[in-house]
């Protein structure tokens, strides 16, 4: 056999993917050699700053049984699920990829590959940083609060404002939210040839968030520079609808991810400049037992947290912190898991 004709399994993978697209090819480029592993995929680079630890969790460090493959966005995370399931070549049909993608204002129930992918169950990841839960871990972890502590009720004293904070901000970022799932509502029904970009609102001259109060300072249709017109009134209704009877726990989890994070990352910066002043509003407690005679007196150590106003990707800082919901974890359980090892033993 002549050197030409030495074609390594690679080079002919390469060959037979020529119509396949980029995101294939670099599927192919990692399958070669790896094929006893999980391939995961996700919709952006950012998403492994949260999905690793669930990863980790279930099946050890990164490329020990696992790999990544990032598809830069949802729609052709499932298009590379479509592809690989139909794939002609049969390695990659029964190889162990699955897919990781947000809901979006799309619904967990219109999911076409429930064996192969999973949905998040509130708007996106971001969401995971919104909660009580989340928030009650970086009280005690980065601020150094007890939960009933008979001493000290600082803990209470952020976490009942940080509930306020964010019941103002969600009843102000509502009605953005509500006609943006109302455009995207026009654009399934064919109403409208093409969606709103929510990446071009200029969040942080629209809204002012501090420890007193959260403002609103441009309404909805000023940040989306449209008129009420615009929207199709039928597909108004049925967008409010989704809001209905929802409290504020289930509106954080629904309304698009990156409002919330955005709320959250301006609060937590509000909360640690109040912690390192030298008479905090909040961390008043702290403060005073920290002026205590001794042996009464008890250190007031100041949160260590790097998060600036301005610094808004902080999800690989805080995702030790985030949610992981009990669907993930079954997921990962009960669809990712079995299938390798039922595999792997036949």
């Not at 972890?141 to 019941?167: A, H, I, M, P, W």
């Not at 049925?238 to 809001?243: C, G, P, T, W």
């Not at 301006?266 to 008043?284: C, V």
Request: proline fraction near 2%.
């Amino acid at each position: 056999m002549n050197n030409n004709a030495k074609l390594n399994r690679v080079d002919m993978l390469e060959n037979m993917a020529t119509d396949e697209s980029v995101i294939f090819r670099e599927f192919i480029r990692k399958f070669n050699g790896n094929e006893d592993k999980y391939f995961f995929l996700l919709e952006g680079d950012d998403d492994i700053n949260y999905y690793n630890r669930p990863f980790e969790n279930h099946f050890g460090p990164h490329k020990s049984s696992w790999m990544i493959l990032i598809c830069h966005g949802r729609s052709n995370v499932l298009e590379m699920i479509k592809n690989l399931k139909e794939h002609s070549e049969e390695s990659y049909r029964k190889s162990f990829f699955f897919g990781f993608i947000d809901k979006d204002y799309n619904e967990v129930t219109d999911n076409l590959h429930k064996d192969k992918v999973y949905i998040t169950p509130g708007y996106s990841i971001e969401n995971f940083y919104a909660s009580s839960d989340f928030i009650e871990k970086i009280l005690e972890r980065k601020f150094f609060v007890c939960k009933n502590d008979d001493s000290n009720g600082d803990f209470e004293k952020c976490y009942d404002n940080f509930l306020e904070r964010r019941s103002e901000f969600i009843k102000l970022i509502l009605e953005l939210d509500m006609y943006l799932r109302c455009n995207r509502i026009m654009f399934e029904e064919q109403k409208i040839d093409a969606k709103l970009n929510a990446k071009d609102i200029g969040f942080s001259s629209s809204f002012s968030v501090d420890l007193k109060e959260v403002r609103l300072n441009k309404n909805s249709l000023e940040m989306l520079q449209k008129e009420i017109g615009y929207f199709d009134e039928n597909s108004l209704v049925k967008a409010k609808s989704y809001y209905e009877d929802k409290d504020d726990t289930e509106l954080a989890s629904l309304i698009r991810g990156k409002f919330m994070f955005f709320f959250i990352h301006q609060y937590l910066f509000r909360l640690k400049e109040d912690n390192l002043k030298a008479k905090p509003s909040l961390f008043i407690d702290s403060y005073r037992l920290s002026k205590l005679p001794k042996p009464n007196k008890k250190s007031f150590k100041k949160t260590s947290l790097t998060l600036t106003k301005e610094k808004h990707d902080i999800l690989s800082d805080l995702c030790s912190y985030s949610d992981i919901p009990s669907c993930l974890n079954d997921f990962l359980r009960f669809n990712v898991a079995p299938l390798r090892n039922e595999l792997m033993a036949s």
